[in-house]
């Protein structure tokens, strides 16, 4: 029985365990769509939008850890594609992005909705991206594009113009420039680095009395081991945000989040430290690292990340757990050393006294509630198997610094590219990752009227396919674009702009009833526990409408010189929130410094 190109290409894809793909209909993948109507599988998840799409087959890569797929048309829906892909190369994830292209004899025509997908996809997708232009290609490119992404952890693209999808598949043959393909399966290598240089880090380990240690998404199956040389060395350790889940926040040596969205004990860790040590981790902002000249050592498994962040003496390249159990075994033992006891000390004391003065802080009372007190209510309320997603934004700042994560739980949100608009549709890429498991998108309004919205359609079609249905979506509703706001002020010396920042007041919790979904308006401070109970106890995906005050500030653990002198000349040319600003950020800031210490 004759099979066209696109069924073959279904059926190969079936044959990489791929269940999903994640995508919008268009005349330029009508050979594959139709075919899916026909096929056992890949199953079809529509978004409302391409971007959506891409978000959510990156959400699902990262909730699973396995490929993402997402699809679209030829012209504009492989355009539309391009935002959620961006995030996958900075994040480093796995995705596959199949694009629709017009006609072949089209091409190089100037006809409608043709664009030149192979150059517009050539830095997103450059590890590999290839255009197909005879059957004979299949299935290697979608081979090759797959062992990419999974192997490279990025995206990929392959392109099949709309006449090649409908056209009768035949396989590669023995002949001249013919390429075949083996059967599908990726056999991972495992890197480890050289024993003399695993010795010389663990012999510039053993110098230091004061270590801190750094990770990220990269440690993500070393939590065992990241600890162990924590013990081992009397460290403490501090989380990139893209590392947030990968150890429990209740280990009294976690330092938790880096930089501005982070903590005071982490800042005061690295500052003080003598011997720094990164795993997994790849934080761009140089000024949140330790003052340069500390010793440090660095692991990671992708040789093009090693030694560019910091001035590492010494560089492993390898997988971080079996890098690490390696390391470990000729790290000295400094329990019960005077410096490294004291060290150990001083860090579990800095974070029990942060978490009391983040508790005090979220009860700043605010008009009409404390955007840290949502957190603050959330947090210990977490279910043990929760997946967590939060868009960029304010939300961030309160996602990072709030939230205790413990083992088990997974969280994420665009930590690179720090785009609007992922947290709803990560959410849904989430729950097909893990349809048992309860899943929380934490996002602020701007990127809820963003895209969110148009995607609360999206849950409520496909909520039934999941066996554990609760998605919650918090919309934190200040009517401001409260990340952007603050970033003017504090960056760039310009008060709040209204015409720019503020944003039309709706109820999103309407509007989630309107289309079969619950909702609950929150706008008060006593309330807020109670609506996480509901929520968290219903049968269903619910919309949470929490009322918040744009006013509370993110304040960062350290605040420099410039930024001061930017915030006062906000507040000196007119900032219409000016004095609310002063009373609040410094009834907030104060609490990390009367709170009693314990």
């Known amino acids: 029985m004759s099979q066209t190109v696109a069924d073959h290409v279904l059926q190969r894809l079936r044959g990489w365990g791929i269940d999903y793909i994640f995508g919008y209909p268009g005349d330029g993948i009508n050979g594959i769509v139709s075919e899916l109507g026909q096929a056992e599988g890949p199953h079809f998840v529509q978004s409302r939008h391409e971007e959506m799409s891409a ?8 909730f699973s850890g396995n490929l993402g797929v997402c699809m679209a048309t030829s012209g504009p829906g492989g355009v539309h594609l391009l935002n959620g892909l961006y995030d996958a190369k900075l994040d480093h994830v796995p995705v596959l992005a199949i694009v629709g292209q017009v006609h072949r004899t089209g091409m190089g025509g100037s006809i409608q909705q043709e664009i030149d997908m192979h150059s517009l996809y050539k830095d997103v997708a450059g590890a590999y991206v290839q255009t197909a232009t005879v059957p004979q290609q299949f299935p290697n490119l979608i081979d090759r594009a797959i062992r990419t992404a999974l192997s490279e952890r990025c995206p990929t693209a392959v392109i099949i113009p709309a006449d090649l999808q409908e056209t009768e598949y ?3 043959e023995h002949e001249f420039k013919h390429v075949p393909s083996s059967k599908p399966g990726l056999s991972r290598a495992l890197t480890v680095p050289p024993e003399d240089e695993v010795q010389r880090a663990a ?3 053993n110098e230091g009395e004061k270590t801190a240690i750094l990770i990220g998404q990269g440690a993500r199956g070393a939590a065992d081991e990241v600890v162990e040389l924590a013990e081992a060395t009397r460290g403490g350790v501090a989380k990139a945000l893209l590392g947030k889940d990968v150890l429990d926040d209740e280990l009294p040596f976690v330092t938790g989040s880096i930089g501005l969205l982070g903590t005071r004990p982490t800042w005061e860790m690295l500052r003080d430290c003598d011997t720094f040590v990164i795993v997994g981790s790849n934080v761009p902002y140089a000024q949140h690292y330790p003052p340069f000249g500390k010793r440090a050592v660095q692991i990671d498994i992708d040789p093009h990340m090693i030694g560019m962040r910091y001035p590492t003496e010494v560089n492993l390249v390898g997988d971080a757990a079996e890098t690490l159990r390696r390391l470990t075994t000729k790290v000295r033992t400094r329990k019960g050393d005077r410096g490294p006891e004291r060290w150990r000390e001083g860090i579990e004391k800095s974070v029990r006294d942060w978490w009391d003065s983040m508790d005090q802080q979220a009860h700043v009372p605010a008009d009409p509630i404390n955007p840290m007190l949502i957190f603050n209510q959330l947090s210990p309320r977490l279910p043990d198997n929760v997946m967590v997603t939060s868009d960029s934004g304010s939300a961030a700042n309160w996602y990072a ?4 994560f413990k083992s088990g739980m997974r969280g994420s949100l665009s930590g690179t590219l720090a785009t609007m608009g992922p947290g709803v549709p990560y959410a849904i890429g989430a729950k097909y990752a893990h349809p048992d498991r309860p899943a929380i998108a934490l996002v602020g309004d701007g990127a809820m009227q963003m895209n969110g919205m148009a995607e609360l359609i999206t849950i ?13 979506v918090c919309v934190l509703h200040n009517n401001d674009l409260n990340q952007v706001t603050w970033e003017l002020r504090a960056m760039g010396g310009s008060p709040k702009l209204p015409y720019s920042q503020d944003l039309p007041s709706i109820s999103y919790a309407d509007f989630a009833k309107s289309i079969g979904l619950e909702g609950e308006t929150v706008d008060r401070p006593d309330a807020v526990a109670p609506a996480w109970d509901r929520a968290l106890s219903a049968t269903g995906p619910v919309v949470l409408d929490i009322h918040c005050d744009p006013d509370i500030p993110p304040i960062p653990p350290y605040v420099e010189t410039e930024q001061l002198t930017d915030m006062a000349k906000a507040l000196a040319s007119g900032d219409p929130d000016r004095f609310d600003l002063m009373t609040k950020g410094l009834r907030t800031k104060l609490q990390e ?5 314990r």
Do not use: C, M
Not at 460 to 472: G, H, N, Q
């Open 401 to 404: 610094r709030h939230l205790r």
């Open 593 to 597: 410094f009367t709170t009693p210490r």
């Open 203 to 205: 012999d510039l380990i």
């Open 460 to 472: 409520r079609r496909y909520a039934r396919e999941w066996s554990d249905p609760r998605l919650i």
């Open 55 to 62: 978000f959510e087959a990156v959400g699902y890569a990262k």
């Open 170 to 172: 035949s396989p590669p």
